[in-house]
């Protein structure tokens, strides 16, 4: 089965730095991606990781350890437009597919 | 391109009607899937097709069924369906052996059943 973990809601003030975090206990791994969803809006993606370390890519920058089931995304620099839920989901390894399983997705809010 | 086209962006239907929701992309990528998301819910996985072959059927009732003609097109078919069944559906296409880019998502249909 697949059971992933992260933090329901999330508030921070413009120009701050939030850190979410997101825990995994999956049949397989094969990789991990974080995806930014707008209210009634499509997942659209931020980052992956498959190796443990630091992925930095402008304000987010995401990290795995596979050991520990764990990653994390950083937003620096915050603005109000990043208020958005914040979705972990890791690929399973099934052969021939890639499926995409989701966290609970973190509800982020940016106040000024 | 580099979208995945959803077609209705709407639809409401009654328990006895028979519809349908279609996807498509023509970024040349062999997986496509569905998704189901409940309001402030993350996307539940449906199906998975790989070079399309339905490689992944997440226990979804019969009254969804997945089709998918060919490597560009996806559709999903309605057939009595219950209130619980209302939800966002997604589409999403990757490629099939990297997917280092990520799965693209389509905007959704959202359906409404009465």
């Known amino acids: 089965g697949q059971n992933i973990d992260q933090p329901t809601e999330m508030t921070a003030t413009e120009g701050a730095i939030v850190q979410i975090n997101c825990t995994y206990q999956?049949?397989?791994?094969?990789?991990l991606f974080w995806y930014q969803q707008h209210a009634g809006e499509a997942p659209t993606f931020l980052s992956y990781n498959v190796l443990d370390g630091l992925e930095e890519k402008g304000r987010f920058s995401s990290f795995l350890s596979r050991s520990k089931g764990y990653s994390y995304l950083l937003l620096k620099e915050l603005q109000m437009k990043d208020s958005a839920s914040y979705l972990c989901?890791?690929?399973?390894?099934?052969?021939?597919?890639?499926?995409?399983?989701f966290g609970t997705g973190t509800r982020l809010t940016v106040i000024p | 391109d580099t979208e995945v086209t959803q077609t209705p962006k709407h639809l409401v239907m009654g328990m006895t009607n028979k519809k349908s929701l279609k996807c498509e992309q023509h970024?040349?990528?062999?997986?496509m899937y569905w998704y189901k998301q409940k309001a402030k819910k993350p996307p539940e996985l449906m199906f998975v097709?790989?070079?399309?072959?339905?490689?992944i059927n997440e226990s979804v009732p019969s009254r969804f069924s997945p089709e998918c003609p060919n490597s560009s097109l996806l559709n999903l078919h309605l057939h009595a369906l219950q209130p619980e069944d209302s939800a966002l559906y997604l589409c999403a296409s990757s490629q099939e052996i990297t997917g280092l880019s990520g799965y693209t998502f389509g905007s959704g249909t959202r359906l409404t059943v009465v």
């Open positions: 999956t049949s397989g791994f094969n990789g």
């Open positions: 970024m040349g990528h062999r997986a």
């Open positions: 989901a890791v690929r399973g390894d099934q052969t021939g597919a890639n499926n995409l399983f």
């Open positions: 097709y790989s070079y399309e072959k339905l490689s």
